[in-house]
């Protein structure tokens, strides 16, 4: 049997699962202290079920993500060698920063060399402004670490009492502004991550759970705990996440379609291709600061059910939420109020607010019909440009290879999965408006526990070699190298990128029978003068993202 | 919005030969390093997919001999699609600019096509260009071509175009492939001063380049005032191509690019794959995307002469007087240039250094004093190996009158079923249609 719990802004969702059956579905408030909303939910669940019997327990957590939002993180300071490029100015590393001189190319060659006057100044003025984590980066440290590994050695020999952390570690993705901010909020919560594991360890012995444990990542795989202590970022933005693999789990294996998640304050679209949600290209960004984390391509909308209507300057509007709906006890009329009005939702009688959106109505000089169709077409034309945002992402997924671009065959889907609580009426509103097929699945409210329970590990790992430089690497941080043996054909590089994958694959307790797909694979020659001096690989492997089974009851 | 554009298309799977300059690895330090950089998350540059380039959109530039697809692979429709692409985003104000940075290249590439020239088959910015008039119906386009090599394709398709202006500044033919590119070509009769080549002295540095451009080219787009300039960005002017000899930097191209403001780059030659390209490249698209490009100095750049030769200046200062002389002469009457005659006849021999073909050909240009006129051209390739084609092609100007358009089509029913030639072609840029008629000897 499976557990997976989602701790929500408002809610914490549990589900149980056996087999393609769900057991039991809990929602209990969300707490400060995540772990007791955990401990709150597992009572609920556990109530008569031996744990000895539970094989997994996944949480989708926003923990990391709120400790980044809230700026509940010790201040960081950056050490950037960015060598010859762009300004730094110009773009968006997340805090402060010095330039040091140094440079690596592309290649993994030393272009210049580090100047340690110039690291102890910059670490003297983060010393007099109390800055003590420290984050190391250097361009192309992926493909050569030395002067990263200078720096921070030089850092801890000299500056015992900072904490540092170099880009190279984090991760070896081709992109330093966001290896150099990944670092910095990894340093940032190590610590909180390391609290919560203990925490959760223990709420896990006194139910007598010692099953693995693992948390749900950005781009809907799992992660078992240990490690997302080395990558606490991985487990940001998870929740987006989850819904979409719980809206494939309440479906068919080869899904597409669109799934919309409308909370009480924001919506998400996700988008389902044959099963598989569509990831972001460039990855996650938090507070406008772009990271090297794999995450999902949401579009989300700062509308929900709870939105409340005003009118300003004698039209309708939207406003923030004020309360839960009118019907329901709320303050004002919402947008849930329209939806149960107009009878597309039954949580409560129209008769409770009958009054009030008449009255409205006549406020604004129309028909209460008038009014609740000016309500609907104005949310539904939000979630249009949002949806439009989303299969522009997917439609222009960059291409470098000839067969990328002829394989590239998109039409867009006309099915929408509805999730959330309002959801089902807008749903059934879009339905009738654009003759969609539209899912309102049985386990709607509680499809993000779902999704967590069921997602599979994955790994995705891109391997890059030169054998004319001897070095290979990847983008995980610090796996990276230099090639001991040389590999003279594609066949040699398979082989040995393939003993990395299985051995992190391991590591991840990703199943022996994964399916693992080749992204490419490619062998360039190096021709200098006429001669082949060497060879670049890049293959790029992943375990096919998804989730374990199907749930019995689709709808 | 002020967004630049990029298509990135590096062909990962696309190669002449496993060594030849065209091959996968061209692109690959330059993904490297611009990728590296971040600055495609900058919301100042949006990234586009390639698409593939229409049969039609290649037919409304080329006679393709013996047809299309023997002259193509998918990657010439797929480097062809990029720049038409940015050309929509462009257009319906999606983007400011945009930078089409793909392979294969295209500028060699000349109106008939019987094979590959200069490692080029179809030529980009001129499919670019039909397409946007045909599309959007502009007429009046610049192509400022910062390639080593004189962008004789280019040329070619648009000798007898007056609307059309092409500026090419390159290293001197006389010292380089593919030897053209002299000043006395400016243009057909029709299209006078409209094609202008700028040959360089080998050597020229930043200094040369920049002052050739703020003296010549400048000047000329302020008076042509075109719609839309495109920019042929080949970068082997780089004082570390393998295949030149000019001594300019990424800091040279990237403050060009900047002062030119391209509405689209379309990349084109640039062999120095690792010392030269990923820095120019970058340099390019920060330029375009109105960042700052200062700080992109090549590691060998002290390598480079950075002073230019008392020989070179004086060359450059000739070429500079030598233009502004002509563009203060009232230019001859377009009568005058066609001698009085009703047709401008020329012949020429043409080689495809790649493929080893020997093309012959007899242009003709009917004389028309309301329109660029009927353009018809016979020709012949006598390659040793394969099969050897005699083709006519018959071409209507997008904006020809409506006499000439009446006499282009009675001239295609004529002559369409001439057995002197193995292939006959109408060209019909008008009404954007466009026939071959297969004869057989």
Known sequence: ??????????????????????????????????????????????????????????LSTTLITNLIMQDQTPQTGMLLLPGPGANPEQLNFACEYKILSGAIDYRGRLIKTVNLNEVKEACDYFAEQQIQ???????????????????????????????????????GLLNWVRRANGACYTLATREA??????????????????????????????????????????????????????????????????????????TDLALL????????????????????????????????????????EGKIGFAPRQGSALCIGGPVLTITDVLVYCGYSEIASPDLIKGQVEAMAEELKITPPQLTKLVLEMFIGQLETKLETIFRIWEEEPAYRIWQVLSAEKERPEKLICLGGPAGGIGRYWAEKNNWQVIIPKYSAVANAIGAALAKPTLKIEFFADTERRIYSTNIGALQGTLLQPLRYIDDA????????????????????????????????????GQTKGRIFQIGLQTVPGIRTFLQEGE | MSKTGLIFFPAFDWAITPTHPEREERLLYTRDQIFEEGILDNKSIIEYSPRLADLKDIQRVHFCVPNITAQTTSAHFISAGSALKLGDALMTGEIKNGFSLVR???????????????????????????????????????????????????????????????????????????????IEEAGGPGAYLRNINIPLPPHTTDEGFLKVWREIVKPLLDNFAPELIINSAGQDNHFTDPLANMQVSCQGYAQLTAELKPDLAVLEGGYAIETALPYVNLGILLALAGKDYTRVIEPQYEQAEQKQSVQVNRYIDKLISYWHDKFRQRPPEKEELFMKKVLYQHSRSIYYDTDNIREQQQEYVYFCPDCPGIYQVISQSDRTIGKNFGIKGISIPIYACPIC????????????????????????????HYLVDHIGK
């Open chain 1, 273 to 312: 291709l044959d099963g598989k949600p569509l990831l972001a290209e460039n990855g996650a960004t938090i507070k406008s600061y772009p990271l090297p984390v794999r995450s999902l391509a949401v579009s989300s909308l700062e509308l929900g059910g709870d939105t409340s209507l005003i009118i300003k």
């Open chain 1, 494 to 529: 398979k082989k040995f990128f393939s003993m990395i994958f299985q051995a992190t694959a391991k590591e991840r307790h990703l199943a022996k029978d994964a399916d693992i797909e080749t992204l490419y694979e490619e062998g360039f020659n190096v021709v200098r003068d």
């Open chain 2, 405 to 432: 358009e009446e006499k282009g089509k009675e001239m295609w029913e004529r002559e369409k079923r001439d057995r002197a030639y193995d292939l006959c072609f109408l060209q019909d840029k008008k009404n954007d």
């Open chain 1, 193 to 266: 991550c390391h609290e919560f594991r203990e925490k959760i360890n223990k709420t896990l012995t006194k139910f007598n759970l010692n099953c693995p444990l693992f948390i749900l990542k950005a781009d809907g795989g799992t992660l078992p705990i240990e490690i997302s202590l080395q990558y606490p970022l991985e487990t940001i933005f998870s929740g987006p996440a989850a819904s979409a693999l719980g809206a494939l789990a309440c479906n068919e294996e080869q899904t597409t379609a669109v799934v919309i998640d409308i909370g009480g304050t924001t």
């Open chain 1, 133 to 171: 984590h420290i984050v190391v980066a250097c361009k192309f440290s992926q493909r050569n670490p030395a002067l990263e590994k200078e720096i921070c050695q030089f850092v801890q020999k000299n500056y015992p009492e900072f904490k540092v952390i170099t880009s190279h570690e984090v991760s």
């Open chain 2, 104 to 182: 294969p290249p295209g500028h060699h590439a000349m109106r008939v096509v019987h094979g590959n020239r200069g490692f080029c088959n179809i030529n980009n910015e001129a499919i670019l260009v039909e397409y946007l008039r045909s599309k959007y119906k502009i007429r009046k386009i610049a192509i400022v071509d910062t390639d080593v090599h004189h962008g004789d394709g280019t040329q070619d398709i648009f000798y007898h175009d007056p609307d059309v202006l092409f500026i090419s500044m390159h290293q001197d033919g006389r010292t380089l492939y593919p030897g053209t590119g002299f």
């Open chain 1, 1 to 58: 049997m499976f557990i997976g719990i989602d701790i929500g802004g408002t809610f914490t969702d549990g589900v149980l699962i056996a087999g393609r059956e769900v057991l039991k579905s809990v929602k209990v408030p969300t707490q400060e202290f995540l772990s007791y909303s955990i401990e709150d939910a597992l009572k609920e669940i556990l109530l008569d079920v031996d744990p000895h019997k539970i094989e997994q327990v996944t």
